[in-house]
């Protein structure tokens, strides 16, 4: 079975309509989490107790789209 694993992480962004953090020290890396639906549920609680700020925000991503093993290269490999 393949393991699709999904990072939750949020903070305080410079604006609101923006994604671009104010200050990336202090990024809350909520977790890592080995499906979309667990994510989703960390993602949400972590949101609702900051939803008093506007300018925090928080995010899944899905690490498991970063790199493909079965390629020879993968394009997050040419970034850099």
Same mark, same amino acid.
């Given at each position: 079975m393949t393991q699709r694993l999904h990072l939750v992480f949020g903070g305080e962004l410079s604006n609101p309509s923006k994604n671009h953090f104010k200050n990336v020290d202090d990024i809350d890396i909520v977790g890592m989490f080995p499906n979309y639906q667990s994510a989703y549920d960390a993602w949400? +609680? %972590? *949101? =609702? &107790?900051?939803? $008093?700020? *506007? =300018?925090? &925000?928080?995010? /899944? %991503?899905? /690490? =498991? &789209?970063?790199? $493909?093993?079965? %390629?020879?290269? +993968?394009?997050?490999e040419e970034l850099g």
């Open positions: 949400k +609680s %972590a *949101a =609702h &107790r900051t939803v $008093d700020n *506007a =300018h925090m &925000r928080y995010f /899944i %991503a899905h /690490i =498991h &789209r970063l790199r $493909d093993e079965e %390629a020879e290269t +993968s394009t997050t």
